[in-house]
């Protein structure tokens, strides 16, 4: 089994924020795969189904996004999926609004979900997609302008990005990671 987790904040306020991206991607999988999230337990809302013969979990930790990792590893528990089957999609300032970028492995780089996730995985070592949203302009504080929304400008990029990203989740379900990240980090 495969697990598809997107990072966000729960709660209608939050819709279309930029750190709630990961959420967009986990409703594109949804959408695209025909699987509905209609389960809610965990510490989150979930749903359960195949592609292509992969049995495939997407999940949307309802924690709220410090809190993140307790969802995860709670369904981890639950269902036994080894690290190497886990994906998580979340926002990134260090990246430019519309940019994904696939890694393995690293540090959070003051993202606290991440932190969260790191610290009740224990390793920093799992396959993620970052999504970028930029750094705000100088004087802006960072939690405002994570949990604003993205600029009209910004939409068509950020629409892209989820596209892009839905992609990536669906070639990893076919291909090696690795192989995934190298057709799409370019």
Same mark, same amino acid.
């Given at each position: 089994? #495969? ?6 904040? &729960? ?11 990961? @959420? ?17 337990? @965990? #510490? ?5 189904? @195949? ?11 309802? *924690? ?15 269902? $036994? ?14 990246? &430019? ?6 890694? $393995?492995?690293?540090? &959070? ?13 224990? *390793?920093? $070592? ?28 910004? $939409?068509?990029? *950020? ?28």
């Amino acid at each position: 089994m #495969k697990l598809i987790v997107g990072l966000g904040n &729960p709660g209608k306020q939050y819709d279309q924020t930029r750190h709630n991206i990961g @959420f967009e991607v986990i409703d594109g999988l949804a959408s695209q795969f025909s699987i509905p999230l209609n389960q809610s337990k @965990f #510490k989150g809302l979930y749903g359960v189904g @195949f592609y292509k013969g992969e049995k495939v979990l997407l999940l949307k930790p309802l *924690t709220y996004m410090n809190l993140s990792g307790e969802s995860i590893r709670a369904v981890m528990d639950y269902y $036994q999926i080894e690290l190497e089957d886990l994906l998580v999609i979340y926002d990134d300032l260090d990246l &430019p609004v519309g940019k994904i970028r696939l890694r $393995q492995k690293g540090s &959070p780089g003051g993202h606290n979900g991440i932190k969260s996730t790191v610290a009740h995985l224990g *390793t920093q $070592q799992f396959n993620r997609i970052r999504i970028g949203i930029d750094r705000p302009h100088p004087g802006m504080n960072i939690p405002d302008y994570v949990l604003g929304r993205f600029r009209s400008e910004e $939409q068509v990029l *950020t629409q892209d990005a989820v596209k892009k990203s839905v992609g990536a989740c669906e070639a990893w379900l076919e291909k090696p990671f690795l192989q995934v990240m190298n057709e799409y980090n370019q």
